[in-house]
């Protein structure tokens, strides 16, 4: 029997990039959340998907030679992007939404043009600052030592007719939303949005909601010049997914309002403000939660593409298994907070927790049945006083772990189902099945023991289900739990596995990782994949490229820049009479007299420009792969001057 609905969603990401491992923290931890709300009864949508529109999209598309309309295909639907990610980690997400479907763009004009029609969008005229990577809107006091206070990086001056939203309309009831209930959690990020953003100097101010710079966006349908702003267009995707003003579906009396955003701490001001402004706007129910988790970070500083510090989520996963990975994100860090990734820190916690704790237990267990029992266990019925701290820390579990998932909190869940498994490695040690199995007439005990043990542990597989979801499957099989055994009403009580189980041992569920001959080669695979990442070249014509003069010249002399530990100082004959002088970055690969002589490529078409004070008129042409540099060298045949064509 359906326990309800739930509607559960993650942030629609930006399809600009190939996704790294915080993406994936979040769309695990929200499936997680969506899977267990199944296995308690609910009947569940679980949303997730791709913001496509804005100008670093349509920026990028264009540095890359494509449409952006190709640009964001390849990233969601190619060979390794968003979608295969998500199938790679088993994501269960009911449904996937694009903004560049169309039934969504013709419900954002439609959305677009009800606020304009009801007064709440005005067109005016947008001065301030602007942050491309963030697609952010600042006004000056907002920034932070002049830079957006989102990513820290440069913002330009914007200046444009634009439409906006009367945000500050809604300033005193948003205040109240985020003061005097639980909407925006965890609690300790409610100050920080309204200090900032509603209590501040001005108070909340008018958002601009339409950019007029660029064209990749939903075109405002009476006033074709201006696109809808990217984060009006991206919010309402949590609503038109369901059918909001399009038919393209109809379930959204069913599933609206949301029981819960989940969404990364950086954009909870979208989430926690402007959202809600908008649905109040249009009289709409609000969703019932909004819920900011940390970053996972690298070394204290976010991951981003351009730190070149990202973890790519694909390499972790084939190497150490989905699931593995899964549990790893989920039980170390405290979904509330920020938490530093390392390598390290994954290959301890699949050791300890997978391999040693949890893969002991099952392994242990089930091929005590196998050797004492032929497999099968007996009736059992010889219980003793030492049986009772498990069997009631196994039976009471599920409550403790219904608490703590239903406050979002899968690292403290995941510790009381670890406590049960940690209790039950002591039981071994404590009641000593070997010994009980040289006495015959204890075989009735013995049995008790084993048949606690694979109790214990079906429970804990119960409630890993939405972590580990093929994991469990093998602890079930191995353990002989039948289906009615594997369900959440099941869990509620210890001594439901019945009796005359049949366990069937197999392969280690998690095999011991060498920790450090695993990460000298994950290190190497991370390198090579930056490597491999090129960034995207747009295709040149053969005009273009014919305006490359490249050249042969003979090394005439070569010399170290004063106090530069990088430049060479060459002058060159490039067959024209007279001497060329360049300076190239190349100290750390030659010495100056091993030089002399020879014949090099150089590019001497480039405007001369000045480096530690010296002119360089043009560039001598090397070959780089990693951290390997060579100077092409060309035949000594080759005379001074002679051209490349
Ligand atoms: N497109 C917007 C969201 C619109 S929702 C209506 C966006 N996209 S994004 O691609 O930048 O994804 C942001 C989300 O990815 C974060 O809010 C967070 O959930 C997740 N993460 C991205 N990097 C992360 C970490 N380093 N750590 C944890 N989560 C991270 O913002």
Not at 123 to 142: I, R
Not at 162 to 175: D, E, G, I, L, T
Not at 287 to 295: A, C, E, F, I, T
């Amino acid at each position: 029997m359906s326990k309800g609905t739930y509607y559960i969603t993650t942030p629609i990401y930006y399809p600009s990039d190939k996704l790294h491992i915080g993406h994936a923290y979040c769309t695990v931890a929200t499936d997680a959340m969506a899977r267990y709300k199944r296995l308690t009864g609910c009947e569940v949508m679980f949303l997730t998907g791709t913001d496509e529109h804005g100008q670093k999209i349509e920026d990028k598309a264009k540095a890359a030679g494509v449409s952006p309309q190709q640009f964001v295909d390849n990233i969601v639907k190619g060979e390794r992007g968003i979608l295969d990610l998500w199938k790679l980690m088993n994501i269960s997400n009911d449904r996937f939404i694009r903004t560049t479907d169309d039934y969504h763009v013709k419900s954002i004009q439609r959305i677009f043009r009800r606020m304009y029609e009801n007064g709440d969008i005005y067109k005016g005229k947008y001065v301030g600052k602007y942050c491309k990577p963030c697609e952010s809107f600042w006004t000056e006091s907002q920034l932070v030592d002049g830079k957006c206070p989102d990513c820290g990086g440069e913002v330009q001056d914007a200046e444009e007719e634009a439409y906006f939203f009367r945000a500050s309309k809604y300033a005193q009831r948003v205040r109240k939303l985020l003061t005097e209930t639980d909407f925006l959690q965890p609690a300790s990020r409610v100050n920080e949005m309204v200090n900032n953003f509603i209590d501040c100097e001005g108070g909340l101010q008018d958002l601009c909601v339409s950019r007029t710079s660029f064209k990749w966006g939903v075109p405002v349908d009476f006033d074709e010049k201006h696109v809808v702003y990217v984060w009006l267009d991206a919010l309402f995707n949590y609503m038109t997914a369901l059918g909001f003003e399009n038919d393209r579906y109809d379930d959204l009396d069913k599933f609206w309002p949301a029981d819960v955003h989940f969404v990364g701490k950086e954009i909870v001001r979208f989430h926690a403000i402007y959202w809600p402004a908008f649905l109040m706007s249009l009289d709409l129910p609000l969703p019932k939660h909004v819920y900011g988790h940390g970053w996972l970070v690298m070394d204290g500083g976010k991951m981003s593409k351009s730190k070149g510090n990202v973890v790519d989520p694909y390499i972790l996963a084939e190497r150490f298994g989905v699931d593995a990975l899964r549990f790893f994100l989920l039980r170390t860090f405290p979904f509330g907070s920020d938490g530093n990734f390392s390598n390290e820190l994954l290959i301890n916690t699949i050791n300890v927790d997978l391999a040693n704790d949890l893969g002991n237990l099952v392994s242990r267990s089930a091929a005590m049945v196998e050797k004492y029992f032929g497999g099968t266990l007996p009736k059992t019925g010889v219980s003793e006083d030492i049986d009772g701290e498990l069997v009631s820390m196994a039976g009471t579990l599920r409550g403790r772990y219904e608490a703590q998932m239903e406050k979002f909190q899968f690292q403290n869940a995941l510790e009381e189902v670890f406590k049960v498994i940690a209790r039950a490695n002591k039981y071994i040690d404590e009641t000593g099945p070997w010994i009980l199995a040289k006495d015959e007439s204890r075989k009735g005990r013995l049995a008790t023991v084993l048949y606690n043990l694979l109790e214990t542990v079906r429970i804990c597989a119960v409630l890993l289900t939405p972590f580990m979801p093929d994991s469990v499957e093998k602890i079930f099989t191995q353990i002989g739990a039948s289906e009615d055994e594997q369900t959440w009403d099941s869990a509620e009580t210890f001594g439901v596995l019945h009796d005359g189980v049949t366990v069937c041992k197999g392969d280690a569920i998690f095999p011991r990782i060498d920790a450090k001959k695993e990460l000298e080669e994950l290190d190497r695979l991370q390198e090579a994949a930056k490597a491999a990442v090129k960034p995207a070249i747009p295709p040149v014509t053969i005009e273009e490229f014919a305006k490359v003069k490249l050249q042969a010249c003979k090394v005439i002399s070569c010399e170290n820049v004063p106090k530069s530990d990088k430049l060479l100082k060459f002058t060159l004959d490039d067959g024209s009479g007279r001497e060329r002088q360049i300076l190239s970055g190349i100290a750390k690969y030659y010495k100056p007299g091993e030089l002399v002589g020879k014949t090099v490529l150089a590019c001497t078409n480039l405007p001369p420009r000045k480096m530690m004070g010296q002119e360089s008129c043009g560039m001598i042409i090397s070959a780089v792969s990693g951290d390997d540099l060579k100077l092409v060298i060309l035949d000594d045949g080759i005379p001074a001057g002679a051209e490349l064509c």
